[in-house]
């Protein structure tokens, strides 16, 4: 079993940034895929940002330029720079990890913008 811990949540003004981290304890392995996914008020959970253990990304459209993730394997940690913050990034912020055998979430962080 994998428990996620993430942080760095909070209200920021429009225009700035803020960092998610998030840190994976449990058993974990072989090659995993580790995410940062959203969920607006009255909306679907979407993806955010995913990164490979090798190192591989994707981005939402929505994010690119603005967003960048980053792991560090060897703390099982993933993080989420968000720059260039708008209101529309409001939002829950979830972690993710998946394996062939397993997909964890973390309770989740929010991360609210004013405009």
């Known amino acids: 079993q994998v428990q996620l811990a993430e942080s760095g949540g909070g209200l920021v003004q429009a225009g700035g940034s803020l960092r998610l981290s998030c840190a994976a304890s449990g058993s974990i392995f072989g090659p995993n895929v580790m995410g940062w996914y959203r969920q607006a008020p009255g909306k679907q959970r979407e993806l955010v940002a995913r990164i490979t253990s090798s190192g591989n990304t994707n981005y939402a459209d929505s994010v690119k330029g603005r967003f960048t993730i980053s792991r560090d394997n060897a703390k099982n940690t993933v993080y989420l720079q968000m720059n260039s913050l708008k209101s529309e990034d409001t939002a829950v912020y979830f972690c993710?990890?998946?394996?062939?055998?397993?997909?964890?979430w973390g309770q989740g962080t929010q991360v609210t913008v004013s405009s």
């Open positions: 993710n990890i998946a394996t062939l055998l397993l997909d964890s």
